[in-house]
């Protein structure tokens, strides 16, 4: 993984977190994301999806991490969307299956998910994981259905 960057100017509202590639994080990963969700006013129904998306995510990338390294969560929220992205250093470069359990799971509780793979020279391969949740609008009042 490469040194700590500067968040853009914009990312005022960006939480990052960095934790050790192990799974016994997950749990603060997931109460982070509800936190996130909530401040952000998204529905229970999305909080619930957003905890289970993220947990899946970060599940994967830390199967593929490097014993002992570190795991990076950035969240996002903007005014349409809360996006995430884990990313962890790995010895392999293959990207996460798409055609996997984990990866259906992925999609159908997020609006949008990607992964990629990027090659850290000698120093082996950046794994990322990427998902948005987008907020629900309640339809106006009054609006004919």
Do not use: Y
């Amino acid at each position: 993984m490469a040194d700590w960057e500067p968040p853009p100017l914009h990312a005022h509202n960006d939480i990052e977190l960095w934790l050790g590639a192990d799974l016994v994080h997950l749990p603060i990963v997931r109460s982070v994301v509800a936190t996130v969700a909530t401040r952000a006013d998204f529905d229970l129904d999305a909080i619930a999806d957003l905890r289970l998306a993220v947990d899946e995510a970060c599940s994967t990338l830390i199967t593929r991490a490097v014993p002992g390294s570190t795991m990076r969560c950035r969240f996002t929220v903007t005014d349409e969307e809360l996006r995430f992205t884990g990313s962890v250093h790995s010895t392999t470069d293959s990207a996460p299956s798409t055609k996997s359990f984990g990866w259906r799971v992925l999609t159908t509780l997020t609006d949008s998910v990607d992964t990629h793979v990027t090659s850290n020279g000698h120093q082996g391969h950046q794994v990322d994981i990427e998902l948005a949740k987008r907020r629900m609008v309640a339809d106006s009042p009054g609006a004919g259905a």
